[in-house]
C-alpha cells in the first residue's frame, strides 16, 4: 500500500507538492487539522512564510501535536520555510516565531537575499540518485550549524554562497533551502517517500 503523506496545508506550494506525491506513487492528502496530522505516516512542510506558519499552528492547535508525532519518530520533510519551521534555532526571526525542533540546525532566514535575489543552480544531493538536481531558491534559508546528528545531504557549488549548507536530514526528517516542487524533478519526493514507506 503506498504511504498516505500529508502536506501542512495553511499556507505555500501545497498543491504543487500534492502534485508531485502524486507522480511519484504516494497518497498525498492536505492537514489543518489534528484528526488529519493523525491520519498520515509522513508530513511535508512546504515553502511560505515561516513567521505566519509558526502563527497559524498556534491558532489551530496543531504545534504542540506536531511536535509530539516529530519526536515519536514520524517523517518529515520541509522545503523552504518548511526547513525553518523544523529547525531548533532560527537567526533573523520574529522573537514570537515557534519552531517544530525537527531537526539539531541552526538555520538563518532569507540568507540568498530578497526576492529579487533568488536563483537556481545544480546541486549534488547525497543519497539522491542520478545527475545533479536543479534546485530553485526563492528567498531561501540557509544552514549556518548542524548538530552532532544531522548529516548534509547537499551545499551551494559556487558562486557567492558557496559551500552553504542547504540540504539536511537526521533520522527520519530532511529539509532543503530550495523547492523541488516546482522543477518537475522528483527525485526528492521519491526519496522521502521511500523515507516514509521503509
Known amino acids: 500500500m503506498s504511504p498516505r503523506i500529508g502536506v501542512l496545508a495553511l499556507q505555500g506550494d501545497v498543491r504543487e507538492h500534492l502534485h508531485a506525491l502524486a507522480e511519484v506513487g504516494a497518497d498525498g492528502v492536505t492537514v489543518r487539522r489534528r484528526a488529519e496530522l493523525d491520519e498520515v505516516d509522513g508530513l511535508i512542510i512546504p515553502g ?5 506558519m509558526s502563527r497559524l499552528l498556534g491558532v489551530l492547535d496543531l504545534h504542540e501535536p506536531l511536535r509530539e508525532r516529530l519526536s515519536a519518530g ?16 532560527v537567526l533573523d526571526t520574529r522573537p514570537d516565531m515557534r ?6 540546525i541552526t538555520v538563518r532566514r532569507n540568507a540568498f537575499g530578497r526576492q529579487v535575489e533568488s536563483f537556481e ?17 526563492i528567498r531561501a534559508p540557509w544552514v549556518e550549524q548542524v548538530g552532532p546528528g544531522v548529516e548534509v545531504l547537499a551545499t551551494v557549488p559556487d558562486g ?3 559551500g552553504r549548507v542547504v540540504a539536511v536530514r537526521q533520522g527520519q526528517v530532511i529539509a532543503t533551502s530550495f523547492h523541488p516542487e516546482v522543477t518537475g524533478d522528483r527525485r526528492m519526493h521519491q526519496y522521502f517517500t521511500d523515507l516514509v514507506a521503509g
Open 121 to 137: 543552480t545544480d546541486l549534488e544531493v547525497e543519497g539522491v540518485p542520478g545527475p545533479p538536481m536543479r534546485a530553485v531558491f
Open 99 to 104: 519552531t517544530l525542533d525537527g531537526l539539531d
Open 74 to 89: 514520524m517523517p518529515a520533510y520541509g522545503s523552504c520555510a518548511g526547513m525553518i519551521m523544523l529547525a531548533t534555532s
Open 48 to 52: 511560505g512564510e515561516s513567521t505566519t
Open 160 to 162: 557567492p554562497a558557496e
